[in-house]
Nanobody, 123 residues
Framework: VQLQASGGGLVQAGGSLRLSCAAS????????MAWFRQAPGKEREFVAT????????YYADSVKGRFTVSRDNAKSTGYLQMNSLKSEDTAVYYC?????????????????WGQGTQVTVSS
């Protein structure tokens, strides 16, 4: 499946952004989806994942309670709602998908990746 992430931008600390991940090419509603991020000089890290039904979600401790992952299978689109943003959330955010439905926090288990969208939080 091809993935296109969008919605990044510049926001002040405490603000909100919603990222979108549009899927095409395959039947998205059987894929699990995840969000990862990579800050300058750091390794890519897990943010959140959601199963194909949308009923199971799992978050990194650093974003739990502030970020919400969701999906709309009718639109073949996943979302990451980010609230109470902090400067340490600044990174390029990537969406990823797995046809076998994995919902782990390990990037190597997601074969399909979008191109990334920049999120910058100013303090």
């Amino acid at each position: 499946v091809q993935l296109q992430a969008s919605g990044g931008g510049l926001v002040q600390a405490g603000g909100s952004l919603r990222l979108s991940c549009a899927a095409s090419g395959r039947t998205f509603d059987r894929y699990s989806m995840a969000w990862f991020r990579q800050a300058p000089g750091k390794e890519r890290e897990f943010v959140a994942t959601i199963d194909w039904t949308g009923t199971y979600t799992y978050y990194a401790d650093s974003v739990k309670g502030r970020f919400t992952v969701s999906r709309d299978n009718a639109k073949s689109t996943g979302y990451l709602q980010m609230n109470s943003l902090k400067s340490e959330d600044t990174a390029v955010y990537y969406c990823a998908a797995s046809e076998i439905g994995t919902t782990t926090p390990y990037s190597y288990e997601y074969p399909d990746w979008g191109q990334g969208t920049q999120v910058t939080v100013s303090s």
